[in-house]
C-alpha cells in the first residue's frame, strides 16, 4: 500500500502553494500602491504571471491525480475527518481554478490582455466591459479570500495531524 504521494503531486504541491501565497501577497501588496507607478504595474504583472502559471499547473495536477490514487489517510482517522479532508481538497482544488480564472476575466473587462512572461498574449475571450469589470473584481477578491481561509484551514488541519495526533498524515506530503 502507498504510503506517500508521488514525488510529483509532492512537487506540483508544494510549488502551486509557494505561487498561491506568493501571488496572494502581490495582491495585496499592488492594490495597496497609491496611484499608477512602474512599480505597481511591474507587481501586476507579476501577479497575473502567477496567477497563470497556477491555473496551468493545476490542471497538470489534476490530471495527474486522476491517474494516481492518493496515499490512504491512517485507519484511526475518524470517517467525519476523511470527509472534511476530501471536501476541503475539492474545495481547493475549485479555488486553483476559479482564482485565476475569475482574475483574468476581470483583467480582460478592464480591457487589459494577459502578456504571459512579457512574450505571448492570452486569447482574449470577451470584450472590456466596464459594467462587468467592478463584479469581477469582487469575484475575484472574495474567492481570493475564500481561497486563503480554504488555505488556512488544511495548514490548521495538517500541523493537528503532525503536532497533536501524530499520525504521519503530513509526512506524506513533505519532500
Known sequence: MQE???ITAIVFHW????LIVGAFIMGLVMTDIPGITPTKLKYYSWHKWAGVTVLALAALRLLWRLSH??????????A??????????????????????????????????VVYFG?????VIMAADPELKPLLKGVHYW??????????????????HQFIDRDGVLKRMLP
Open 119 to 123: 512574450l505571448f498574449e492570452l486569447p
Open 15 to 18: 510549488l502551486i502553494a509557494v
Open 69 to 78: 490514487r492518493a496515499p490512504p489517510y491512517p485507519a484511526s482517522m475518524p
Open 80 to 113: 467525519w475527518q476523511k470527509g472534511a479532508a476530501h471536501g476541503l481538497h475539492g474545495m481547493l482544488y475549485l479555488l486553483m481554478f476559479a482564482v485565476p480564472l475569475s482574475g483574468y476575466l476581470y483583467t480582460l473587462s478592464a480591457g487589459i490582455p
Open 143 to 160: 474567492l481570493n479570500m475564500g481561497l486563503a481561509g480554504a488555505v488556512g484551514l488544511h495548514l490548521a488541519a495538517a500541523l493537528k
Open 4 to 6: 506517500r504521494y508521488t
